[in-house]
């Protein structure tokens, strides 16, 4: 007969970890393009403690009008102020030179878009799943 297989907790644990790495992308404007014409667009994970905006993920330059009313307007401010955000060779966006963890899926998106966001919604799989639905798969 064959002996069943047991799992141990390493083998959990790599497994737990293993399903917080699906990546998540948001998409910039749509006219926030690379040479090859695909949309800039921002990286994310989940991670045990929440949310990590990944390093080399492309940032929003132009404030909407509304941001400053809302509660992710400081810590974009911020932010800009630790200088995490450098230069790129695309027109209207930065580049994250660090990654940043959040607790929140939508601050990440408005620190990103620089506007409020539904960051469940907004943030999606390579093959277009939400964020919302990956969690409550």
């Known amino acids: ?7 141990t907790q390493e083998d959990e644990s790599k497994e737990a970890k293993q399903t917080l790495t699906e ?8 006219d926030r393009i690379d040479q090859s014409q695909n949309i800039l667009k921002a990286k994310l994970i989940i991670t045990e403690n ?12 132009v404030e909407r009008k509304s941001f400053p009313q809302t509660t992710y307007y400081t810590l974009r401010k911020k932010l800009e102020n630790q ?7 695309f027109e209207g966006v930065y580049q994250l030179n660090q990654d940043i963890d959040f607790n929140s899926s939508s601050a990440a998106a408005a620190i990103v878009k620089n506007r409020s966001v539904n960051g ?3 943030w999606k ?13």
């Not at 007969?1 to 799992?7: K, M």
């Not at 200088?83 to 060779?89: D, E, G, L, T």
């Not at 799989?125 to 798969?137: A, F, I, R, Y």
């Open 23 to 30: 990546t998540f992308y948001l998409n910039l404007t749509s």
């Open 1 to 7: 007969t064959i002996p069943p297989i047991v799992q």
């Open 83 to 89: 200088q995490v955000f450098v230069k790129c060779p």
């Open 50 to 61: 929440g949310y990590r905006l990944l390093k080399d993920s492309y940032i929003e330059i």
């Open 120 to 122: 469940p919604k907004e």
């Open 125 to 137: 799989t390579s093959s277009g799943m939400t964020l919302d639905e990956w969690e409550n798969k």
